[in-house]
């Protein structure tokens, strides 16, 4: 089996293959999430050497040991818009966010997490009072991928 960054340049070389997709990288000035502490402090432990090296999550939930990096990198997706790590931290932290998830379109399963996230509370909220962490609204470098060129694959280079 091939590993995730062999898969990556696998797909990259099929796309330019396959639609002559070519695209470059360039940092842009966007609006960003910085994730900080709360008034008052965090209100999470640093994970003890023995914790696990992973962490879980699903609809609604996060649980296990992770940086504050690797956390922000989860948020990123579940906000809509990067956010970067400005803890100052170093370390594994034990996080444990259970939240509704507002999506209606990806309904959770009876279940899926322990229920801490009462409906109609924000996400937002919800990280400060579980968590004593905070999303500032900023702007900042993200970078994003333009598309140069693609073309429509001819009738041949169909799958």
Known sequence: PAKANELKLMLQNLLADRFKLSVHREMRQMPVYWLVPARGGMKIGEAPEAAPKGFRMGCGYFAGPATMTAFANVLTDWVGRSVIDKT??????????????????????????????KPGASLFALIEQ??????????????????????????????
């Open 88 to 117: 100052n931290t170093t370390g594994r932290y034990v996080i444990n966010l259970a939240w509704t998830p507002e999506d209606s379109e990806t309904p959770c399963t009876p279940g899926a997490h322990d229920g801490a996230g």
């Open 130 to 159: 579980q968590l004593g962490l905070k999303l500032e609204s900023h702007t900042g470098p993200v970078e994003i991928i333009v598309v140069d060129r693609a073309e429509k694959p001819s009738a041949d280079d169909q799958f």
